[in-house]
């Protein structure tokens, strides 16, 4: 039976589903997906609670936390997604790269981390979910040779070291996001060298708390 035949239709957790969560949330962020792509993201969840059980991808259990602290979360820089390539680096359980795919399936999405057990996830995930627009590569970030106009990472490491890490990964003018808590100080960001700052933004994610902003560097021609 394929994940999208068994998508969780009731919670433990409470009185809503994650179905419900999803909807809610995408219509308080404006954003408009089709029904696969919405059965593609609940199949997402359903492969991460149950990868979950063995394999250690994440601390949220819980999946309508799932819903709101990783779909939603990683939906919330859509509008930022402007190229036909994005590697995400660090990816982990496949965040934010896999949500992603889901809504931009025009862009091919590569998902990078030194983990193997992640990575053979994220392998699992595009294979059962059929999104030929992921790829999950087991490398770390200093090894790959890919580049792409877009870089993308969820907290995977402080702007200055990110930027080390990563601008071997973007031809100039390519774009580097950074989702990050707590905006670091604009100084640390204004001096990273080989970028110019673009812009930071607040994310907002419906019922989160806690802070969120982004983080847009972009690679300089000189």
Same mark, same amino acid.
């Given at each position: 039976?394929?994940?999208?035949?068994?998508?969780?239709?009731?919670?433990?957790?409470?009185?809503?589903?994650?179905?419900?969560?999803?909807?809610?949330?995408?219509?308080?962020?404006?954003?408009?997906?089709?029904?696969?792509?919405?059965?593609?993201?609940?199949?997402?969840?359903?492969?991460?609670?149950?990868?979950?059980?063995?394999?250690?991808?994440?601390?949220?259990?819980?999946?309508?936390?799932?819903?709101?602290?990783?779909?939603?979360?990683?939906?919330?820089?859509?509008?930022?997604?402007?190229?036909?390539?994005?590697?995400?680096?660090?990816?982990?359980?496949?965040?934010?790269?896999?949500?992603?795919?889901?809504?931009?399936?025009?862009?091919?999405?590569?998902?990078?981390?030194?983990?193997?057990?992640?990575?053979?996830?994220?392998?699992?995930?595009?294979?059962?979910?059929?999104?030929?627009?992921?790829?999950?590569?087991?490398?770390?970030?200093?090894?790959?040779?890919?580049? +792409? $106009?877009?870089?993308?990472?969820? *907290?995977?490491? &402080?702007?200055? !070291?990110? =930027?080390? /890490? %990563?601008?071997?990964?973007?031809?100039?003018?390519?774009?580097?996001?950074?989702?990050?808590?707590?905006?670091?100080? +604009? $100084?640390?960001?204004?001096?990273? *060298?080989?970028? &110019?700052?673009? !812009?930071? =933004?607040? /994310? %907002?994610?419906?019922?989160?708390?806690?802070?969120?902003?982004?983080?847009?560097?972009?690679?300089?021609?000189?």
């Amino acid at each position: 039976m394929s994940v999208l035949e068994k998508l969780p239709d009731s919670n433990p957790y409470g009185t809503t589903t994650p179905r419900l969560a999803l909807l809610d949330g995408l219509q308080r962020m404006q954003i408009e997906l089709s029904d696969p792509q919405i059965a593609s993201l609940l199949g997402y969840v359903q492969l991460l609670v149950k990868w979950n059980k063995v394999v250690n991808l994440t601390a949220v259990r819980d999946p309508l936390q799932m819903v709101r602290r990783h779909l939603l979360d990683s939906l919330s820089i859509i509008e930022y997604i402007d190229a036909d390539t994005l590697i995400d680096v660090g990816a982990g359980a496949g965040l934010p790269g896999i949500p992603l795919a889901i809504a931009k399936p025009h862009v091919n999405v590569t998902l990078i981390d030194s983990v193997a057990k992640k990575t053979r996830f994220m392998q699992q995930v595009a294979a059962e979910l059929r999104h030929a627009n992921i790829t999950a590569v087991h490398q770390r970030v200093e090894q790959v040779s890919l580049q +792409s $106009e877009l870089v993308v990472a969820r *907290a995977f490491a &402080s702007i200055d !070291k990110l =930027a080390l /890490l %990563t601008g071997h990964l973007l031809p100039a003018g390519g774009k580097l996001l950074a989702m990050v808590g707590q905006l670091p100080a +604009s $100084e640390q960001i204004e001096k990273i *060298a080989g970028f &110019s700052l673009v !812009k930071t =933004a607040k /994310l %907002t994610i419906p019922d989160e708390t806690a802070e969120r902003n982004i983080v847009i560097l972009e690679r300089d021609f000189t």
